[in-house]
């Protein structure tokens, strides 16, 4: 819940020219709602994708608030963040309403990001593994999607805008854990080919460490993301790294 239309459309005539020349990355904003239509605008033709930070899972409807996957898609949206931990914990969000999202998102073409992640309280109690877990088979049961339509973003709600990190090794093993689950779900090709993010206050200085592990294949970045310069260096080490 960050920035209004100026200050977005501010954003991207300062963060664009900084990484025009970027090849080897996919980047993608996801702005509040009200900045959709600006940022669209903003990243035509730019190589830049567009998403959204959460959708509802109807269709239409007396729903008063929300908004359908078919008006972000009428906005310009190629992918939808659910099950951020910041819903699931400030919200109220479980895994069945996540569900459902994440079905009316494929069906209306959306790529979903799915958040998943374990509390501090989770992990000191030996349970992070069993949570991420439950989280993914509660989440994807019964739905069909492509490695291609689909990401998922794990995010250990201890490290999100605290300035603590897990370690490269930590967040390896648990995205590792990510992409075994999906096998067992799914087969190995689909589980090799969905790419897999690492979220957790990352920022240019440590972004490497993560990215160099090999079942990490990006970032969900939050607070440094909120300035062009910051977001535009890390898209750097990403380029260079992967």
């Known amino acids: ?52 930070q959460n959708l509802y899972w109807e269709a239409q409807g007396a729903f008063t608030g929300e ?69 993914l088979k509660e989440a994807l049961n019964g739905l069909k999607f492509s490695a291609e339509q689909l990401v998922i973003a794990y995010e250990p709600v201890w490290a999100i805008g605290t300035g603590i990190n897990a370690s490269c090794n930590d967040a390896q093993q648990m995205c590792r854990l990510v992409r075994r689950v999906l096998e067992a779900m799914l087969d190995k090709e689909t589980a090799d080919g969905v790419r897999i993010l690492y979220g957790g206050s990352v920022n240019a200085d440590n972004i490497a460490m993560f990215l160099v592990q090999p079942d990490i294949d990006g970032a969900l970045v939050g607070g440094a993301s909120l300035e062009a310069a910051s977001f535009a260096a890390i898209v750097g080490v990403g380029e260079n790294v992967k």
């Open 67 to 135: 908004i359908s996957a078919k008006m972000l898609v009428d906005c310009g949206c190629q992918y939808v963040i659910i099950g951020h931990s910041e819903r699931r914990h400030i919200l109220g969000e479980n895994n069945f309403m996540i569900r459902k999202k994440l079905a009316m998102a494929l069906e209306n073409g959306l790529k979903p990001i799915l958040c998943v992640g374990e509390t501090l309280q989770e992990r000191e109690n030996q349970l992070a593994m069993q949570v991420v877990e439950e989280q």
């Open 1 to 52: 819940m960050n920035k209004v239309r100026g200050e977005a459309r501010q954003f991207a005539a300062e963060f664009l020219p900084l990484v025009a020349a970027v090849k080897r990355v996919e980047v993608l904003l996801c702005p509040p709602f009200t900045c959709l239509d600006v940022m669209q605008s903003a990243l035509a033709e730019s190589g830049v994708a567009l998403g959204a």
